[in-house]
Each structure stands twice: as C-alpha cells, then as structure tokens.
C-alpha cells in the first residue's frame, strides 16, 4: 500500500513564484490535513479537509490556498513564495470520528521547499 | 484554544534505562484524543501511542507507556529499557473536539540515548 504519497520531496523556489504540493491517499481516509515544519520545531496544521468538499484553516494560513479534488487528493498552492514559507510540509489523513477514537494520522514524506 | 506544551527541548538517557517525556496540554473540552509520534533523523513521522479522554487505563504499547493524569492534564510518555534507536524528537499532540478533528502538535523533545 502507497498509503499518503507527496510530491515533489524537494523543492526551490524564487520568491513571488506559484506552486502547487500535491499529496494523495489511498486509505479511504476522510481528513486530510497540511502540516508545516520549521526547524527544531513542531508541526503547526496550515488547513485542513474534514471531509470531501470542505476545507478550513488551521493555526497558519496565511499565503496558502488548499483544494480538496476529490476523497483522494489535497493540494496545497503557494500563489507567491515569501522566504518565510520556507520549511518542511507534511500531507497527512486519518479517518474521521470521534475526537476521543484512536484514529492516527497517516503521514505522507513529506517536501522540502526552500524560498529563496 | 487548544494547546500543548512539551516543556524538554532536549533529553539524555542511558541505554537501557526508562525516560520520561512530559507534556501539558489545555482544553476545555470534555472529549478529546492525546498522541505521540517519533519522528527520527530521516524525517518521516511514527505513531507511538494513544489515549483517549474518557479511557480509564493509561495506554501501553510494547515498550512505550502514557502516563495519563487528567485533572493535572497532563500525558507524559514514558519509554522503557531505551535503545540506541529511541534517538529522535517526540511530539505529544491533542485532538481537538467538535467537527474539525484537527491534530495540534507540541514543540517536541528531541532525545539523545547514550550507550
């Protein structure tokens, strides 16, 4: 099993570019989620799908936009690269429930981009 | 708003000894979910262990046990007989109620076992 697939691993962009980090799961999880890494840090929830069809944000949005496609697919868009978006990201999905259930997150590689 | 806090940024323990990772969290939410993940060196992240706010044992799992004090809202991770492959930064998160089932992350603690 593929489980949560993310690409690209890496990435270097110039600011004020766009670009789009794609993650895919074949678990036929509900809730996926974008994580961001700084180092020597935590992983601090950019957005996240509760289910097909919606999104909402998490504890930094601000210069993201996220798209649930479809039950498989959330991207994440950088529509202008700033330095301070450089960091580690991390596509992850869990099945929905009850927040007191055991239910994991899945974690895909997660992509290194790098603004310069 | 939800919160957690691992107030270790760093930990030493000898091999083969027990270690205990601490984390605090804030909630006021009757219902909620308290995980931890290993992440190593190569980056990926590795579910430990869990519990549930209604669960009455504190979980294990193999050598990783959940000290879970509830009143003091506390979930400290406890691992036992460390081995030289428990080097890695752990992070304690908390699931957070209502429809949203969004996961926040304390800041971690990165432990180093020594041989």
């Known amino acids: 099993n593929a489980g949560v697939t993310q690409t690209p691993k890496f990435q270097v962009l110039k600011t004020g570019q766009s670009m789009t980090l794609q993650c895919a799961q074949d678990?036929?999880?509900?809730?996926m989620y974008w994580y961001r890494q700084d180092p020597g840090m935590g992983l601090r929830l950019i957005y996240y799908?509760?289910?097909?069809?919606?999104?909402d944000k998490g504890e930094v949005p601000n210069g993201y936009n996220v798209s649930r496609l479809n039950k498989r697919e959330f991207s994440l868009r950088l529509e202008s690269a700033a330095p301070s978006q450089t960091s580690v990201y991390f596509c992850?999905?869990?099945?929905?429930?009850?927040?007191?259930?055991?239910?994991?997150?899945?974690f895909g590689s997660g992509t290194q981009l790098s603004v310069l | 708003a939800q919160k957690i806090t691992q107030t270790q940024p760093g930990m030493f323990v000898q091999e083969k000894e027990a270690v205990t990772l601490d984390c605090t969290y804030d909630?006021?939410?009757?219902?909620?979910?308290l995980f931890w993940y290993k992440q190593p060196s190569s980056g990926e992240m590795i579910f430990l262990i869990y519990?549930?706010?209604?669960?009455?044992q504190n979980a294990t799992e193999g050598r990783y046990s959940l000290n879970f004090q509830k009143a003091r809202k506390s979930a400290n991770l406890v691992i036992s007989a460390s081995q030289l492959g428990d080097s890695a930064m752990y992070f304690c998160?908390?699931?957070?109620?209502?429809?949203?089932?969004?996961?926040?992350f304390g800041s971690g603690t990165r432990l180093l076992v020594r041989p």
């Open positions: 992850a999905s869990a099945i929905r429930g009850a927040p007191s259930t055991n239910e994991k997150l899945f």
């Open positions: 678990m036929n999880h509900n809730s």
């Open positions: 799908s509760a289910s097909e069809g919606t999104t």
């Open positions: 909630t006021s939410d009757q219902s909620y979910g």
């Open positions: 519990q549930g706010s209604y669960d009455e």
């Open positions: 998160a908390m699931r957070e109620s209502g429809s949203s089932y969004k996961l926040i």
